[in-house]
């Protein structure tokens, strides 16, 4: 056992070569959408970006508050989180279409002078809200989670090799807090920015947290999902055990709640308002087709996993639990299909980008995520906890 | 068979949860059924080793917590709605975002209510007294020490036996746990 090395198995360069072929594929295929129907191509885009974003930017969340707690729990998938966070300059990459060739499909109502002209922006609007403007915001975002990328991974590979370097765990604990502090800012920023002022007349403070709280569900979800795959073959198989699912199951409930709880502040506050410039944002979503949306969220993002996850059972049965992460992870799609897509038309009807073009950024996501799982053995060797986290108490 | 009716059971003392944990299996092992186990703190394995099952409480906490849920809503609904229907800004009258913060509560305090009530219950708490605290050694229970107690109820308590399979078992101290 001393000797472990906790290689990634076979199975994750198999999936890494699937996502890639898949991803690659929709990716040619949603070419025909650029041109024939650009705008329709950069809306269902924006949404896959944002899916992404929550799968990345979740787990560096995720990773800084498990160096934070270090519960057990985080042990077992700090690895996984590693590697989610370090396809950030991919995200970036995946970030580049939007800003050099889908702003003026997706923010006109700020970037095009005739729109604003007829309904006017605020001045302070009007300077906070240019093309520089988000240029500059989302390199500063970007700079901040790549940072935090580099340092939390280049640390935890320092520490595989020196497992007694006290002042090492400390550094961890020391910037997990601030870093959470960060993320938080730069994502609030950064949904503003991309999400928000799709709707520039629009505006809600607890917006960036909805996104929060979604990135998270987004995560755990994920990584779930891969933590039940890895323990399909040696090495994992003999690691994860029920009591870890059980931990996971909670957290994923937790984040649940947490979500459900955000969206529902923001209207209750709006509906108590009664404002008529706040409530435009539910008059478009909770009537009509997108009103149908709305009520599929609310029973298919919340109350159904929320009740399934209540269960001890469900969450330490390595069977269901993924099957509602995968879930959820879906339905984080139709949620963010449900906050976007409003803004551009009333039919709430998918297209077909909405289908290929989560297929394509999530194929290349999943391939990069492989390709980086397999660089690292799957647990961290050098984390003081470790062997309190795999061992076994079952009698 | 005349013992019985002031002998509560048969008790041990062990000086660490593992040998608790041994010990327990054991006597199950050799058919009592009727055992408990005393311990300062939660022992982990100790449910699985005494056949605990799994017990109601988070099934009373759950209708505890719809209970509540839905009586908060309905009685808003129903003062809102029925009894003193009134137009606020224009609002429906089941203006049900509203009705939320109260119900979320309600539902929060009827599932705590209920945790905490369905848990003395099934404990059958509050007992001002029990034939255990008769042992005087019993008051390490709540320090340093672990104790068995094979109970007189059990079909197969037979005095001498089954303290001649605690002494097998190096069970320190062990005494009759007389029943008044």
């Not at chain 1, 799709?198 to 979800?221: C, D, E, K, N, R």
């Not at chain 1, 008529?276 to 909770?286: A, G, K, V």
């Not at chain 1, 709430?348 to 999530?362: N, R, S």
Request: charged share 15%.
């Amino acid at each position: 056992m001393a000797a472990q090395e906790y290689r990634a198995p076979e199975s994750i360069g198999r999936l890494q070569q699937r996502a890639l072929f898949v991803g690659g594929v929709a990716l040619l295929v949603s070419l025909l959408g650029v041109m024939r129907t650009p705008g329709l191509f950069y809306q269902s885009y924006l949404m896959s970006f944002m899916l992404i974003c929550g799968l990345t930017l979740g787990s560096l969340g995720l990773l800084m508050l498990q160096h934070l707690t270090s519960g057990q729990w985080g042990i077992i998938i700090r690895r996984s989180l590693e590697s989610a966070t370090r396809t950030i300059p991919l995200l970036a990459a995946f970030f580049l279409p939007i800003a050099l060739f889908g702003m003026h499909h997706l923010y006109s109502a700020w970037l095009d002078p005739e729109e604003v002209k007829k309904e006017p922006l605020s001045d302070f609007q009007q300077r906070y809200l240019t093309a520089g403007g988000f240029y500059m915001r989302a390199v500063i975002y970007f700079a901040i989670w790549l940072l935090l990328m580099y340092l939390f991974n280049r640390w935890s590979e320092e520490q595989d090799a020196n497992r007694e370097d006290r002042a090492l765990r400390r550094r961890f604990k020391m910037f997990a807090g601030p870093g959470i502090i960060l993320y938080v800012f730069a994502m609030s920023f950064a949904a503003i920015d991309w999400v928000m002022s799709l709707s520039p007349h629009w505006a809600s403070t607890i917006y960036g947290f909805l996104f929060v709280a979604g990135q998270l569900i987004s995560s755990m979800a994920f990584m779930i999902a891969i933590v039940v795959l890895l323990a399909r073959t040696e090495p994992f198989a003999s690691v994860l055990q029920k009591r870890h699912l059980h931990d996971l199951g909670k957290l994923l409930l937790a984040f649940v709640m947490l979500w459900a709880y955000f969206d529902f502040s923001q209207l209750l506050i709006i509906w108590s308002g009664n404002q008529p410039e706040e409530i435009s944002f539910y008059r478009t979503r909770l009537y009509g087709g997108w009103g149908v949306v709305a009520v599929i969220v609310l029973v298919f993002h919340f109350f159904v996993p929320f009740f399934l996850l209540l269960s001890q059972d469900v969450k330490r049965n390595a069977k269901v639990l993924p099957k509602i992460a995968l879930w959820l992870i879906f339905m984080r799609l139709v949620d963010l299909f449900w906050m976007t897509r409003p803004e551009f038309t009333s039919q709430a009807a998918p297209t077909w980008l909405d289908i290929v073009l989560p297929l394509a950024l999530g194929g290349l996501w999943l391939g990069f995520f492989a390709f980086h799982l397999k660089q690292h053995p799957l647990l961290p060797l050098g984390d003081p906890k470790l062997e309190e986290a795999i061992e076994h108490h079952e009698h | 068979m005349l013992h019985r009716s002031h002998i509560y059971g048969v008790m041990g003392e062990f000086s660490s949860p593992e040998e608790l944990i041994h010990a327990v299996e054991k006597v199950r092992e050799a058919g009592y059924r009727r055992v408990n186990a005393y311990s300062p703190f939660p022992v982990e394995g100790l449910s699985e080793a005494l056949g605990l099952k799994r017990n109601m409480v988070p099934l009373i906490c759950l209708i505890g917590g719809l209970t509540g849920g839905l009586g908060g809503f309905f009685f808003q609904y129903w003062v809102a709605v029925i009894a003193y229907p009134l137009n606020i800004a224009g609002r429906p009258l089941n203006s049900w975002p509203a009705f939320i913060p109260v119900t979320f509560e309600l539902t929060i305090l009827g599932a705590a209510l209920s945790a905490v009530l369905g848990m003395l219950a099934l404990n059958k708490l509050p007992q001002p007294h029990h034939p255990v605290f008769n042992v005087p050694r019993f008051t390490h229970a709540s320090s340093d020490r672990f104790f068995v107690c094979i109970e007189a109820k059990d079909p197969k308590f037979h005095i001498a036996e089954s303290a001649r399979l605690l002494q097998e078992l190096h069970a320190h101290h062990i005494t009759e746990v007389s029943d008044d």
